[in-house]
């Protein structure tokens, strides 16, 4: 089955340093990748959808400069979490279709917490 | 906004029991998906509804798509304790909504003891 993997799985941060987590599609060329945030014992929200080659279209509320985008293949997708926050601390999951409509494979996340 | 209420949110039963969880909206959905999640992991797949009505069954779980397509249900027979976990259901294309984007519910928290 397709295979999507997330780097770093954890990570630590002091207040006001960046992030970056990358997700990568292992086996199979993604068309589109999502972003989501989840936070302790709650539902996964839908953070922004990036195309590769085009701009990213974040979900209202979601600041796109605190929160950068780059797909710059059709493998590879980045999160760069900007000047962290504590209350941005939180579970960040990506997951890839290859075509249109298809099927969502999910990451196995990046638990990011800021000091 | 479109909305996935799921029911109930929290679950705590013995080895054996069956049980039943629901996921409701007041959109209709092109196609409804169920995950189960792991702590510290991303959620997998367990199956995909597209027709109003479809009931697909995977081992001891039995998924239903509303005639209307607005609910689904899972059901589980003889639960295990490594049926434990966050139960999450996510509908596709909802009214008003965009194609491929998913509308996840607030998930059901299940615990099965041994």
Same mark, same amino acid.
């Given at each position: 089955g397709a295979v999507v993997s997330q780097h770093p799985s954890w990570v630590i941060c002091k207040s006001g340093t960046s992030v970056k987590i990358e997700c990568r599609s292992l086996d199979f060329q993604a068309t589109t990748m999502f972003w989501y945030r989840q936070f302790p014992k709650q539902s996964l929200m839908l953070m922004a959808t990036s195309n590769e080659g085009s701009k990213a279209t974040y979900e209202q509320g979601v600041e796109k400069d605190k929160f950068l985008i780059n797909h710059a293949s059709l493998t590879l997708s980045t999160l760069t979490v900007t000047s962290a926050h504590p209350e941005d601390s939180s579970f960040y999951i990506c997951s890839a279709i290859a075509v249109p409509g298809g099927t969502q494979y999910f990451g196995p996340g990046t638990r990011l917490l800021v000091l | 906004?479109?909305?996935?209420?799921?029911?109930?949110?929290?679950?705590?039963?013995? %080895?054996?029991?069956?049980?039943? *969880?629901?996921?409701?909206?007041?959109? $209709?959905?092109?196609?409804?998906?169920?995950?189960?999640? %792991? =702590?510290?992991?991303? =959620? *997998?797949?367990? *199956?995909? $509804? $597209?027709?109003?009505?479809? $009931?697909?069954k995977l081992k001891r779980l039995t998924f239903q798509f509303g005639d209307a397509r607005k609910d689904s249900s899972l059901h589980i027979t003889a639960a295990q304790p490594g049926d434990t976990g966050l139960y999450l259901c996510a509908g596709e294309g909802g009214s008003g909504g965009s194609n491929y984007k998913l509308t996840f519910g607030k998930g059901t928290l299940l615990t099965v003891n041994p």
């Open positions: - | 906004t479109q909305l996935l209420e799921q029911s109930p949110q929290f679950l705590s039963i013995q %080895e054996g029991e069956n049980l039943t *969880v629901y996921c409701n909206s007041s959109s $209709v959905f092109s196609s409804l998906q169920w995950y189960r999640q %792991e =702590p510290g992991e991303g =959620p *997998v797949l367990l *199956v995909t $509804v $597209v027709t109003g009505g479809e $009931v697909k």
